[in-house]
T-cell receptor, first 115, second 112 residues
Framework: EAGVTQSPTHLIKTRGQQATLRCSPISGHTSVYWYQQALGLGLQFLLWYDEGEERNRGNFPPRFSGRQFPNYSSELNVNALELEDSALYLC??????????????FGPGTRLTVL | QKEVEQNSGPLSVPEGAIASLNCTYSDRVSQSFFWYRQYSGKSPELIMSIYSNGDKEDGRFTAQLNKASQYVSLLIRDSQPSDSATYLCAVRSGAGSYQLTFGKGTKLSVIP
């Protein structure tokens, strides 16, 4: 069974540009979560999508946004990039919400570098 | 503010010894607890989940949960050099939110 996939692996942008990151969940999983892991910091929750809807977002500015498509894949958009947005962006998927103890499985991540 | 605390380490243990990793959390309504392993430059890999008080064993790994003390731990028996990694404790609140709150991780080094 294929795991969570993310693209691209690496992304280099300059300040002010926009970045789009993509994620495909494990087959059968309907929930997608986005996390940011900046150097020296822990994983910080960004966004949670389930059944095409944004269910919750972390403490990040509105220039971080995304969506979930009918096939449950997702994309994360970061507008007006800043240097501190440089980080590893991780996508995780889980079975549908409502299962009390669903586990999240991570993709390999997208390394975003903002110059 | 929900917090998950871990000792950053590094924790060094000799090969074959037991490694003990600890985690405390602040949100009393937390229901689910997870341990992830992250090798340098890689993404987190789920190794254990625990939901009820007590111990849960899976191979060389044992997770322990004490909700009254808001404490969860991971024991690694017969530690191997390949266990050298950063171990992340993650907690999910039961209050309708399904995202995970992570600790900053404990770096484990197993010395051959």
């Amino acid at each position: 069974e294929a795991g969570v996939t993310q693209s691209p692996t690496h992304l280099i942008k300059t300040r002010g540009q926009q970045a789009t990151l993509r994620c495909s969940p494990i087959s059968g999983h309907t929930s997608v979560y986005w996390y940011q892991q900046a150097l020296g910091l822990g994983l910080q929750f960004l966004l949670w999508y389930d059944e095409g809807e944004e269910r919750n977002r972390g403490n990040f500015p509105p220039r971080f946004s995304g969506r979930q498509f009918p096939n449950y894949s997702s994309e994360l958009n970061v507008n007006a990039l800043e240097l501190e947005d440089s980080a590893l962006y991780l996508c995780a998927s889980s079975l549908e919400t409502g299962i009390p103890y669903n586990e999240q499985f991570f993709g390999p991540g997208t390394r975003l570098t903002v110059l | 503010q929900k917090e998950v605390e871990q000792n950053s380490g590094p924790l060094s243990v000799p090969e074959g010894a037991i490694a003990s990793l600890n985690c405390t959390y602040s949100d009393r309504v937390s229901q689910s607890f997870f341990w992830y392993r992250q090798y340098s430059g890689k993404s987190p890999e789920l190794i254990m989940s625990i939901y009820s008080n007590g111990d849960k064993e899976d191979g060389r790994f044992t997770a322990q949960l004490n909700k009254a003390s808001q404490y969860v731990s991971l024991l690694i028996r017969d530690s191997q050099p390949s266990d050298s990694a950063t171990y992340l404790c993650a907690v999910r609140s039961g209050a309708g939110s399904y995202q995970l709150t992570f600790g900053k991780g404990t770096k484990l080094s197993v010395i051959p």
